[in-house]
């Protein structure tokens, strides 16, 4: 629920994302009455091509700013910069 309000707050404001994160919770209360089991934390999934798309996009944007850094498509595919 925190990672969701941090991504909220700034697209939308502090109110809005308190009332984002608090619809989330009811939905959730919801489903676990409805169905009468515990509560599970749902699992966050890695999107390699979304990331592949930002590291795109960064080096796209160095190259407007006059720094080229040579990069082949297949060092983007192999490389995981957003390991923990």
Known sequence: MKRKYESLVGRRGKKKAL???GHKI???AYHIIKN????KEPELHNNNRKKQKQ???YL???KELGIDIP???E???KVDFFTE
Do not use: F, T
Request: net charge neutral.
């Open 19 to 21: 009332v984002a994160v």
């Open 26 to 28: 009811i939905i959730a």
């Open 36 to 39: 009468k089991e515990p509560y």
């Open 55 to 57: 590291i795109r996009n």
């Open 60 to 62: 796209n944007r160095l």
């Open 71 to 73: 990069v082949e498509q």
């Open 75 to 77: 060092n983007i595919e």
